[in-house]
């Protein structure tokens, strides 16, 4: 039994010195295994970092280059809208510059108007006082010939009256002429 006994001891001996060593294996696999999977993960994680830094850096340079571009086009709109507000302002300037040109024409030809009305006014003044004139000498006229056709009856019938008077003078003349 003591040689059992020294057989279990040694056994268990055995067993504690496997056991410890199965323990130091188990510790350094699971060091290992650890230092692995730190390393991996270590790996991971400076693999995702490089792509997002490499991300990051495309993001920035398309958002850079996005902004470059919409400040170009901003620009170039800016540059057409200053461009176009130009245009609308020398336009406006030429149509002033007209309209003021054709309100003073419009006004000269008012003035212009203006007087020539007032002229041929007057002038029509003129004619019709000429004309109210020319009715009253011609009124004046008709009366007067009127007048002298009437006298002109008078000593008509009076030169008849004295032919009349004159041819029975001659008769009587020319008969008493006869009768001496």
Same mark, same amino acid.
Do not use: P, W
């Given at each position: 039994?003591?040689?059992?006994?020294?057989?279990?001891?040694? /056994? =268990?001996?055995? @067993?504690? !010195?496997?056991?410890?060593?199965?323990?130091?294996?188990?510790?350094?696999?699971? /060091? !290992? /295994?650890?230092?692995?999977?730190? $390393? +991996?993960?270590?790996?991971?994680?400076?693999?995702? #970092?490089?792509?997002?830094?490499?991300?990051?850096?495309?993001?920035?340079? !398309?958002?850079?280059?996005?902004?470059?571009?919409?400040?170009?086009? =901003?620009?170039?709109?800016?540059? $057409?809208?200053?461009?176009?507000?130009?245009?609308?302002?020398?336009? %406006?300037?030429?149509?002033?510059?007209?309209?003021?040109?054709?309100?003073?024409?419009? &006004? +000269? %030809?008012? @003035?212009?108007?203006?007087?020539?009305? $007032?002229?041929?006014?007057?002038?029509?003044?003129?004619?019709?006082?000429?004309?109210?004139?020319? &009715?009253?000498?011609?009124?004046?006229?008709?009366?007067?010939?009127? +007048?002298? +056709?009437?006298?002109?009856?008078?000593?008509?019938? *009076? %030169?008849? @009256?004295?032919?009349?008077?004159?041819?029975? %003078?001659?008769?009587? *003349?020319?008969? #008493?002429?006869?009768?001496?």
């Amino acid at each position: 039994m003591e040689e059992k006994n020294g057989n279990l001891q040694e /056994q =268990l001996l055995n @067993v504690k !010195q496997s056991k410890e060593e199965l323990y130091e294996q188990f510790v350094r696999s699971g /060091q !290992q /295994q650890k230092e692995e999977y730190s $390393s +991996q993960l270590q790996q991971e994680l400076d693999s995702i #970092r490089t792509k997002t830094n490499l991300e990051m850096e495309q993001l920035r340079k !398309q958002t850079k280059e996005m902004f470059e571009r919409e400040n170009i086009i =901003l620009q170039e709109s800016r540059e $057409s809208a200053n461009s176009e507000r130009d245009r609308v302002l020398n336009k %406006l300037r030429n149509m002033e510059e007209k309209y003021d040109l054709l309100m003073n024409e419009y &006004h +000269q %030809l008012q @003035v212009s108007s203006e007087s020539q009305i $007032s002229d041929l006014q007057s002038e029509l003044q003129m004619k019709a006082f000429e004309c109210e004139r020319a &009715h009253l000498l011609q009124e004046e006229r008709n009366k007067t010939l009127t +007048q002298c +056709q009437r006298e002109r009856e008078k000593f008509r019938e *009076k %030169l008849e @009256v004295l032919n009349n008077e004159l041819q029975r %003078l001659t008769t009587t *003349k020319d008969t #008493r002429i006869r009768e001496l």
